[in-house]
């Protein structure tokens, strides 16, 4: 599905440079259920970020189903991202003007391929899955930390991605609530060949990954 070949990432900051990460060979193939540990600062989030097509690497290629991505074409970009890989930030990035159910709408919006009704359908099945019916018309501020982590991981799901990118996407939730959506995921991942990639420390999670990658220094180590 996607695969890096020789990717460093070096970031510039004023005349200091940092290796964030150096020669990576990393591939995600359809059915994957990868995480990805290290300690922080090891290089996790800048190798999601490279996976999902939201940054680019100093050195190295990254192909999206054997073919090579130009970054310099960010409209191509932003058509291949919105198609095939959803993402599921540390953050959230959630609209705050938006509600609930229009922050899990967003990534529908443009899809004109999408039928209205099966858009509708998967909103509510998401917001559903996710428990969190009831507030479907609340703000974000009006919501908790792990409520507004559902909201993320709806939202990534609503397009049906073919790969789910998360940083400690689990963070924020109790063991209860992770359980279930992680089970909804794997479900996914066995019926549609949906492939996900976390970055996590969350032992529950690693316990659901058919592939664990650990990182060190921006080096994978195993
Ligand atoms: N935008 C940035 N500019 C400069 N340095 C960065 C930037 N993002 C990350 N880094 C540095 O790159 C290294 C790897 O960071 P990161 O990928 O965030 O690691 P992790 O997610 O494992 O904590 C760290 O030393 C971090 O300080
Ligand atoms: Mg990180």
């Given amino acids: 599905m996607i695969e890096l070949k020789q990717v ?3 970031y510039q900051t004023g005349k200091v440079e940092l290796h964030a990460l150096h020669g990576i060979n990393f591939k995600v193939s359809s059915g994957d259920f990868a995480v990805i540990r290290g300690p922080s600062g090891s290089g996790k989030s ?53 509600t609930l159910e229009e922050n899990v709408m967003v990534p529908l919006m443009i899809r004109k391929d999408i039928e209205k009704t099966e858009k509708e359908t998967r909103i509510t099945e998401w917001i559903d899955k996710v428990g969190l019916s009831k507030h479907r018309n609340h703000l974000p501020d009006e919501l908790s930390g792990g409520q507004r982590q559902r909201v993320a991981i709806a939202r990534a799901m609503v397009t049906n991605p073919q790969l789910v990118i998360a940083d400690e996407p689990t963070a924020n939730l109790d063991s209860v609530t992770t359980k279930s ?13 949906t492939a996900f990639v976390f970055a996590t420390h969350d032992p529950v999670l690693e316990a659901f990954a058919n592939r664990t990658v650990h990182l060190h220094d921006g080096r994978i180590e195993s």
């Fill in 8 to 10: 460093s990432k070096i």
């Fill in 46 to 98: 800048t190798l999601l970020n490279i996976l999902g097509l939201l940054d680019e690497p100093t050195e190295g290629e990254v192909e999206l189903f054997e073919k090579k991505i130009s970054f310099k074409d960010f409209d191509a970009l932003a058509v291949l991202r919105s198609r095939a890989i959803s993402f599921v930030f540390q953050s959230f990035n959630l609209n705050p003007v938006l």
């Fill in 181 to 193: 959506i992680l089970e909804t995921m794997r479900e996914l991942n066995r019926e549609k060949g």
